[in-house]
T-cell receptor, first 111, second 112 residues
């Protein structure tokens, strides 16, 4: 099993729809979790951290399921500007050397 | 706001040349990283540094070296560039007790 695994997509979703995607991780001792967003030909930027209790930021909701070792990202009322690649990041042991990036899920919001 | 800058956005070099990529951050972060990103392979860690003059190998250090003489600056060196080092190179910094990484805009390197 890969350390951090994501469905690469692309997910083609009509504007206004709700879309969700998951990321699975292999190390059960992983300590922190993040979603980053990367626009075409740009650098990744932090979208949100993922807390054990789940967290919400506007139209975005992130959840962690430790028992099944996955994190999820839900986007409600999707906008054209949400089109991007979403990278799952897991810190498997804390500290600078523990961060592992997934390869990303490509999302395309269609008008 | 954290700012991470990289010396060039685009660079074209010839096989065998020595290449320097520089990264500067302005937030006094202890940790700095160099990644390369290729289609289908995602982000791969080349080297990272957790303090001045300290460096650790990442997943793909072969063909690369790094230098961190000052806290704010982390340089990636390709001693003898090869065509398989054509890639997008991303620098990142992290600090302040968090594990959030801040990335520079990237350098798209082409080796001919």
């Amino acid at each position: 099993r890969k350390e951090v695994e994501q469905d690469p997509g692309p997910f083609n979703v009509p504007e206004g729809a709700t879309v969700a995607f998951n990321c699975t991780y292999s190390n059960s001792a992983s300590q922190s979790f993040f979603w980053y967003r990367q626009d075409c030909r740009k650098e990744p930027k932090l979208l949100m951290s993922v807390y054990s209790s789940g967290n919400e930021d506007g139209r975005f909701t992130a959840q962690l399921n430790r028992a099944s070792q996955y994190i999820s990202l839900l986007i409600r009322d999707s906008k054209l500007s949400d089109s991007a690649t979403y990278l799952c990041v897991v810190n498997k042991r804390g500290g600078a050397d523990g961060l592992t990036f997934g390869k990303g899920t490509h999302l395309i919001i269609q008008p | 706001d954290v700012k991470v800058t990289q010396s060039s956005r685009y660079l074209v070099k010839r096989t065998g040349e020595k290449v320097f990529l520089e990264c500067v951050q302005d937030m006094d972060h202890e940790n700095m990283f160099w990644y390369r990103q290729d289609p289908g392979l995602g982000l791969r860690l080349i080297y990272f540094s957790y303090d001045v003059k300290m460096k650790e190998k990442g997943d793909i250090p072969e063909g690369y070296s790094v230098s961190r003489e000052k806290k704010e600056r982390f340089s990636l060196i390709l001693e003898s560039a090869s065509t398989n080092q054509t890639s997008m190179y991303l620098c990142a910094s992290m600090g302040g007790g968090t594990d959030t990484q801040y990335f520079g805009p990237g350098t798209r390197l082409t080796v001919l």
